[in-house]
């Protein structure tokens, strides 16, 4: 831990001959600055580059007419060594006015980040390579929905419009198809979703001839529900239901995200049997999203024994998290201020149930499926992602430690009672679709461990008296913050997710949320991954990149 | 007349097939459904068998929807073909101890050639379906026809060659224990074949639902799409009962000659692959190329030359 902060303060005398208004530490491995001049971005961005910080979690712009300006946020990380920075900068409101160098050509994990804001507030990336509206359906091009001057009820007034224009832009866009693609040749534009048995609601045009893929261009926003303007619409409490709503295969651990950046702001501290709560019921989702990730796997290889197999054990999950919370999916059990619910110790009777089932299955499953030889046959070749492009490309969770990046917020940046557990990463070196397979079946096994660690942790406490299972799960967040910005991030299932919390003086609901989530990166990478591959390998790729829909348009 | 009634409607004719349908698909269904930790179809009927009938009348009476841009009459009249074509084995298997329907010596050479044709109309129903996932389990349909049938024909030789004929009365009759432990070889490259022929997995290719959403049957809803289960599972009966004739003495048994015998050993057929299915994930379409050209052909060969050593060798009394 002391290197980290020799580390900070090079990254801070590297950077410091940049005209900023402030650098300051934040939090253990963060550096904030807020640059003078939005113009330095490039050369700050090459600077931290060099120093390590080759990935780009995420970027957030956020609006304040009031001011006129855009405050820009980018939020540079080094998965590898625990020292991130943070990057402030404003920019003008006005459209025309409101651009800013695209930093795509140095670090391309920020593509579609960029290309998100650009949708979202009107941001203009100079130099971007591929600055096209992402999420957005085609009648809110160009009307930067996020902005706080934005008119949603003028727009719904307008739906028979909106609907043309989405149809309209369908039309054009496919019989511009049948001019670039020869009408002698063997090349066809096949639309892989949003209405197909693998693919979810996504849409990837794939460009293939016979078999081969030629190029995969991934259009998402089908299941975009603009959670992050729903939030702040809602109180501080109320927030958590559109937060969890990012995927509810893992609800919970995207809740403590949520609240541990209100808990920063409000300066609340929690009790550690809450942060017990949130390590074990954390775990618990995660445990659930896994047995679906792993089915899901299996299952785009035409084999559904696995996802039913899974199914039946992670019920057993789901009843503990159902006796806590009374809801077996949207639990909303984690609120700023601890943990919702006291907890009646008697579910951990079902706990135990869910974790003897657990052990009772697990070696099965491991002889069947995870050595199974056909399935390392066709997965163990495709879908390769080096260690070093799944840094470029800000990759996270089991995607980028089955690369070989030891990477877990878990234990980079520990939260909740994670400073007081007993794990390690998880990695494997060759970062193909098997090795994805296989890190995600270790981590089912990695989390019941920590299950079962936090529940003799509970126990123990409630028997000594130390927690008060009744009392101790809530300390009082006031329901008006106090103005103040901060960032939080968790280890989800599927990987890092990133909160970026604003709020103004004595509010009740939040100003912006930005939601880093992990799938949006990961969906980035399917054109590399399967260009020059075969149309077999599609679903399977795309499985095994363990892609939520739900996290991937928010 | 009332003879040709019955063989053609009844027994081994529509009625037949359609029982059969109904319940080897019950049977599937409720067969995977413990290795699935399932219940399957459990409401109606006993164990639910009635489930089966259900859902195939209520396929029957949906809406058919023809695509605008294909050939109607084509695009209707093609699975009702396959189902002909897939019917027309039943009359040259001895199901019964009566012998075939159609006593013929050229009765092999008669169930290879329609089992044969069957995947070339199937790509027929996917190429006029205009749809390009359709087209596209169109070719893999005949790649995979390609590749597995030389071994399908190769294996289904065998037994011809042991016992110097075609006729499938002859060869039932001929069997014994020990043609039955020399034929084992080709019983097992027949069943391989079977699975790629019938495109079951792990050979599930042309019809992958994640990769070419059902490949040629995308297209088809209502009775069109029962139409082509409906051939898929007299499909499955003829190969099946190919397998039975050729090499596991069809109707005869211990103790009894019955048509019963015959449908247990279909049965235990069926019960080898439905175990592969719950088992094992779909291979690639090279992988698949590869595996028959490589080591499927190349052994039914080898199996040709030890069925002609063994004939020489051992089975010289027939």
Redesign the interface.
Known sequence: MEGDGVLMDYIKNTISDIPTEYIEDYKQNWLKCKLKDSKDILTITEKLKKLGLRSISTISPTDFPNENKIEMNYFFEDLQNRKNCWVKCDIPREFDKCKIDSITPIMPSANWHEREAYSMFGVDFINHPDLRPIIVSQDYYGKAPYRADFDWRAHEANQLNNLKAIVDDFKSDESKNEKILDPLGSDTMLNWGPTHPASGPIRLKVHCDGEKVISVDPEIGYVWRALEDLVTRKDFIGAIVAVERLCFMDNINSMTGYCMAVEEIAGVEITPFAKWMRVLLGECARVSSHFMGLGNFFNTMGLHTLMLWNMDVREYFLDVLESYSGARIATAAIEPGGVRYPLDISIFKELQAAIDKFDSVIGDIEAIFVKNPTMKLRASKVGIISKNEAIDFALSGPVARASGVKTDIRLDEPYAAYNEVKMDYITAQNGSAADRFRVIFEELKQSVDIIRQAKQKIEEGVASGEFDPQKDHMVKVPKKLPAGEAISRVEWARGEVLMHLVTTEKAKSPYRLKMRAPSFNHTMMLNRLLADKTLSDIPLVFGSMYICQGDLDR | MIDAFISGFLFPGVLYALVWTVGLFWFFRKFMAP????VGPYYNGPHGSYQTLFDLSKLWTKESITPTGVNPYLFSTMPLIAVIVAMLPNVVIPWTNNGPLLNTPYGLLILVVLVGIEPFLLFLIGFGSDN??SF?GA?RVLTQAISFETAFFLSALAPALLFSTLNLSKIVESVSFVSFLILLPSLILYFISLLGLLEQ??F??PD???????GFMTEYSGTGYFMLQLAKFVEFMAVFAGAGTLFMGAYRGIFFDSYLWFFIKMVSIAVIMITIR??????????MLHFSWRYLVPLSLLNLAWVMFAKAMIFTGV
């Open positions: 290795l699935h930790k399932r390009k996932y596209l070719i997995p792990p599930n290719i992958a639902e994640q990769e070419v959403v059902y719950a088992a094992t994930p779909r291979i690639t379409m090279e992988q």
